[in-house]
Nanobody
Framework: QVQLVESGGASVQAGGSLRLSCAAS????????MNWYRQAPGKQRELVAT???????NYADSVKGRFTISRDNNDNTMYLQMSSLKPEDTAVYYC???????????????WGQGTQVTVSS
């Protein structure tokens, strides 16, 4: 079983920066995708950024050029460096691990509890 714990959420002013972390514990199999999602009040959860085991990345258009996703496979930690934050970035940010191993017993989809990011204008 895998557990994900996010940290780093806070309240900041527009234009500020934050770094979110997601620590995975347990049996983390590869290959996998690690994702950051966010959900604002009254809105659906949306995919913000993805990073593969091989460090390929993808971003939502709304955060390109402002957010950077990274990971450390040695300690199963993922990061989201957020800069030039806007009020519309306000949301609960969730860490997700999606294991896509060829071994069915290794596959799984895991979520953290979320961390609040609030950006004030």
């Amino acid at each position: 079983q895998v557990q994900l714990v996010e940290s780093g959420g806070a309240s900041v002013q527009a234009g500020g920066s934050l770094r979110l972390s997601c620590a995975a514990s347990g049996s983390v199999f590869h290959p996998n995708l690690m994702n950051w999602y966010r959900q604002a009040p009254g809105k659906q959860r949306e995919l913000v950024a993805t990073i593969t085991t091989g460090d390929s990345t993808n971003y939502a258009d709304s955060v390109k050029g402002r957010f950077t996703i990274s990971r450390d496979n040695n300690d199963n930690t993922m990061y989201l460096q957020m800069s030039s934050l806007k009020p519309e970035d306000t949301a609960v940010y969730y860490c997700n691990l999606h294991v896509i191993s060829i071994f069915q017993s290794h596959r799984g989809d895991y979520w953290g509890q979320g961390t609040q990011v609030t950006v004030s204008s």
